[in-house]
Every structure is written in C-alpha cells, then in structure tokens.
C-alpha cells in the first residue's frame, strides 16, 4: 500500500507547473511563432522541443517504474536552460527582435523556464538516490513521483500495459541518446556553438 509522503503535494504542483510552462506555454509560442512568421522565434522552439523531449521520455519511464527515469528527469531540467541559451546567433536575433509581444512573452517564458528549471534541479537533487538503489525505488519515497505519471498514464493510455509503456520510454531514451551524442560529437564539435545551420 502506498502511503503519501508530505512533500506529495509538491510534486503534484510541479507536475502541473511542468504541464504549464514546457507543454502549453511553448506550444502556444511555437504556434504563434508560425502565425506571425518569427524564424528566431521558430528556431529557439524547435530547439527546445527536440530537447525537452526528455521529460516526455521520463514521464513513460516512471510509468514503468525505471530508475532511469531519475537521471533522465534531471538531465532534462538541466539541459532545457542551456539549450534555451546556449546559441550565440540565436540570442543576438532573440535581443534584435524589435519589441513585439512575442518578444516579450518569448523572453519572459525562456527565463521563466530557466528558473523552473534550476530550482527544479536543485529540488530533485536529493531523489537521485532513487536512482542508484533498487530497494529505496520501493519505497513511498521514491514511488511518491511515479503517482502523476501514472495518472497521465489512466487518462491517456488506460488499456496498455505500464511495463510495455516503460519499454517504450526506454526505446525512446536510447534514441535520444543517440542523437544526443551525435550532436555533441559531431554537430558541436564541427560548429562550436554559435552557428546552427
């Protein structure tokens, strides 16, 4: 049976601030970049969606119960704030926008974003041990954060089984390891990190 820890509230909040402010916000931001034919504003969201991926890939690796899904949720809230300003190119478009609306909502969700994100990493810190023993995933501690995923899990995916939704975050999580390293290797290091064509 399993028995709430105090801090389960919190994160059900984050769970609905992570909803907010990497699903909808950036959804409308994209779509509204489109609308308004804003290419920075185009290329920053794709950026972001091709990273924050991840925390898609978490989300089904803790409906499986996976103690990946640890350091990928951690990897995630790192790497969203650095891919969202790590672009040289991108951030002299972003700041030569002239002063728009979207400029400024834009501008405001990236460090908005960016500070969920820190202290998100910051918060989760201390459940990286969930990562790194089987016997304390067990536990109420660590099952406390597969309880929203699972409910994301009954309203969307009601009838699949949680083990093969897990094998699938698995799947996804190599394949985004891939492309990951392929970056790193060899995008990166052919282009440094002020050009992205």
């Not at 002063?99 to 405001?108: F, N, Y």
């Not at 969920?116 to 918060?123: F, M, P």
């Not at 390891?177 to 002020?194: P, Q, T």
């Amino acid at each position: 049976m399993f028995n709430p820890p105090w801090f389960q509230p919190l994160i059900w909040l984050d769970f609905r601030l992570a909803l907010i402010l990497t699903v909808a916000m950036p959804l409308v931001l994209l779509i509204w970049a489109f609308v308004k034919k804003v290419p920075v504003a185009i290329t920053l969201m794709t950026i972001y969606w091709r990273v924050a991926s991840l925390l898609a890939i978490t989300v089904y690796l803790m409906i499986g119960g996976a103690q990946l899904s640890f350091f990928a949720g951690f990897a995630a809230r790192v790497l969203i704030p650095l891919s969202l300003w790590f672009w040289v190119d991108v951030n002299d478009e972003v700041t030569d926008l002239p002063p728009r609306p979207i400029k400024l909502i834009l501008t405001a969700w990236r460090w908005a974003i960016t500070g969920y994100s820190i202290i998100g990493a910051l918060c989760f810190l201390p459940f990286m041990q969930c990562g790194f023993s089987g016997s304390l995933l067990k536990s109420d501690y660590c099952r406390a954060w597969f309880q929203p995923p699972l409910a994301y899990k009954n309203i969307f995916h009601g009838g699949i089984d949680v083990g093969t939704l897990g094998a699938l975050g698995i799947a996804a999580l190599a394949f985004y390891a891939v492309c990951l390293g392929y970056f790193l290797v060899v995008r990166l290091g052919k282009e440094g990190r002020i050009a992205l064509d």
